[in-house]
């Protein structure tokens, strides 16, 4: 596992597309329950914990918990959680790509040590949200597709929720390591995590518009 981190670096180091990553510092958004600023304002530090994940998703929560945890366990073989953090906060690179606010919510503007963030092509991280194969090129998606048609499989996210198809499903999973490499591209839109949000690092506080 620790080739991610190898991987992740040299390449990061190669991309242009990539140059924040050595930068000193970033800047991030990120939108978040008006209960993180509760925490900051008491601790210091607000962290994401498995009660977030279950209110965000609901009855569906069981489902992403999966995906969320096979994230934590593989990011943290490239920027190190801290110890007790659970679950990353989610951010955006640029203020436009964050949610709207609603009641109950601010938006944090963060600047934050550069090797403390892990950016990565949203489209990926839906592809594993939906179990997913993240192919490495057109080729490979046509070839994997194959498979899937080999085995009558029309629903692409039934290779991963069931038992059925073991080898696929192992497939499915080594693919997403792909996350982690800046020169695959679904979406081609950038998104970033963190561990946690510290009260230094917070430049500004959105609220709500009052109606």
Same mark, same amino acid.
Request: aromatic share 14%; glycine share 4%.
């Given at each position: 596992?620790? +080739?991610?981190? $190898?991987?992740?670096?040299?390449?990061? $180091?190669?991309?242009?597309?990539?140059?924040?990553?050595?930068?000193?510092?970033?800047?991030?958004?990120?939108?978040?329950?008006?209960?993180?600023?509760?925490?900051?304002?008491?601790?210091?530090?607000?962290?994401?914990?498995?009660?977030? !994940?279950?209110?965000?998703?609901?009855?569906?929560?069981?489902?992403?918990?999966?995906?969320?945890?096979?994230?934590?366990?593989?990011?943290? +073989?490239? =920027?190190?959680?801290?110890?007790?953090?659970?679950?990353?906060?989610?951010?955006?690179?640029?203020?436009?790509?964050?949610?709207?606010?609603?009641?109950?919510?601010?938006?944090?503007?963060?600047?934050?040590?550069?090797?403390?963030?892990?950016?990565?092509?949203?489209?990926?991280?839906?592809? !594993?949200?939906?179990?997913?194969?993240?192919?490495?090129?057109?080729?490979?998606?046509?070839?994997?597709?194959?498979?899937?048609?080999?085995?009558?499989?029309?629903?692409?996210?039934?290779?991963?929720?069931? +038992?059925?198809?073991? !080898?696929?499903?192992?497939? =499915?999973?080594?693919?997403?390591?792909?996350?982690?490499?800046? +020169?695959?591209?679904?979406?081609?839109?950038?998104?970033?995590?963190?561990?946690?949000?510290?009260?230094?690092?917070?430049?500004?506080?959105?609220?709500?518009?009052?109606?």
């Amino acid at each position: 596992m620790n +080739n991610y981190a $190898d991987r992740y670096h040299e390449l990061s $180091d190669l991309s242009n597309e990539r140059n924040e990553v050595i930068m000193s510092k970033i800047k991030l958004w990120t939108t978040q329950d008006q209960r993180a600023l509760k925490e900051l304002e008491a601790n210091g530090v607000y962290r994401v914990n498995l009660r977030s !994940i279950t209110k965000k998703y609901d009855s569906c929560s069981d489902i992403y918990l999966h995906a969320y945890r096979w994230f934590s366990k593989a990011a943290n +073989n490239v =920027v190190p959680k801290p110890e007790g953090v659970e679950f990353p906060v989610w951010a955006a690179l640029e203020k436009e790509l964050t949610f709207g606010l609603i009641e109950g919510q601010v938006r944090f503007e963060l600047e934050v040590d550069s090797e403390k963030v892990l950016i990565f092509d949203s489209g990926k991280w839906d592809y !594993i949200l939906n179990y997913w194969y993240i192919p490495k090129d057109s080729k490979d998606m046509e070839e994997f597709g194959k498979k899937l048609e080999v085995n009558g499989i029309r629903n692409k996210s039934q290779v991963y929720l069931t +038992n059925f198809y073991p !080898i696929l499903k192992r497939e =499915v999973e080594k693919s997403w390591e792909r996350l982690f490499d800046p +020169n695959i591209k679904i979406s081609g839109q950038d998104q970033a995590t963190l561990w946690e949000i510290r009260s230094e690092w917070i430049k500004d506080v959105t609220y709500p518009m009052q109606k």
